[in-house]
């Protein structure tokens, strides 16, 4: 079985996440880069699986800019076979269809039996990055789950809601996201860090994938206007001279709390 791990790199969440004024995309100079934990709690759901089943391969997809190598290799140390990184100066600022376009033509080249990601990236948030690409390739498509069983021939899993639990299956090949419910993921031990070094990784443009930018459908959401978030105005204190709780009350009363 080969199962494919959709890898994001995203801007650290422990530090400044900023928009560049003039482009509106993200300015990721603004903080450190790190892999989504989200995509990290996938790979470990396919690492999982590959430890205790013979004949299964574990390999990387990731579409970003030429520095996501470390965060790359960082999966292939925790034990990932592969990895094939999509860059090209063709898909600065590319919106999620776009996205889905290109992730989807990488993986019909590498063909596959299984795609596994997280539910939402840290940035975007959007969450339709891997409905997208079931439908692009025409594969059922998991979603949310919180537990996930895979087998030979069919994966099934467990997807929460606020009201129920709902048990899922599909045969394969098929695209599953998964959720923050599943193990943390493992950390890169020496030999693998030393390993991933002579693990192949592959790096393909638009041309390697057979892309013509020109044909891409265009994008379908597009940037009005961007402005610096204010800043934080200082908050409205009370203070106890007999009548805070007048005052209190009608401070919830002009803003509509109560």
């Known amino acids: ?111 596959f039996d299984l795609v596994l990601a997280g539910n939402e990236s840290t940035d975007g948030a959007t969450g339709m990055l891997p409905v997208m690409l079931a439908e692009l390739l025409q594969v059922p498509n998991l979603t949310n789950l919180s537990e996930v069983r895979i087998e030979a021939d069919k994966i099934s899993g467990t997807r929460a809601s606020d009201d129920c639990a709902i048990e899922v299956t ?15 993921a493992r950390f890169p031990n020496f030999k693998g860090i030393m390993a991933a070094k002579k693990k192949p990784l592959e790096t393909k443009s638009l041309n390697d994938l057979g892309i013509d930018p020109t044909d891409m459908t265009p994008a379908r959401s597009i940037m ?3 402005a610096e978030r204010p800043a934080r105005a200082a908050g409205v204190k009370v203070t106890d001279d007999g009548t805070a709780a007048a005052q209190l009350a009608t401070f919830l009363a002009d803003n509509q709390l109560v």
């Not at 994001?8 to 482009?23: A, I, W």
């Not at 992730?103 to 019909?108: G, Q, V």
């Not at 098929?174 to 923050?180: D, L, P």
């Open 170 to 184: 599909s045969s394969l090949p098929a695209v599953v996201s998964i959720t923050e419910a599943l193990p943390d």
């Open 224 to 226: 009005l206007e961007v």
């Open 1 to 111: 079985m080969k199962i494919v791990v959709l890898l994001k790199e995203v801007p650290d969440t422990y530090g400044d996440r900023k928009l560049d004024l003039e482009t509106g995309l993200a300015d990721r100079g603004a903080s450190d880069a790190v892999v989504d934990e989200i995509g990290e709690r996938a790979l470990e759901v396919a690492l999982a699986y590959a430890d205790k089943t013979d004949d299964t391969e574990v390999s990387i997809l990731t579409m970003a800019p030429e520095g996501a190598t470390a965060s790359i290799r960082k999966g292939l140390g925790m034990g990932a076979g592969s990895a094939v990184h999509v860059i090209d100066s063709g898909l600065i600022g590319a919106d999620l269809g776009q996205t889905a376009e290109v992730l989807a033509a990488a993986l019909r080249q590498e063909s």
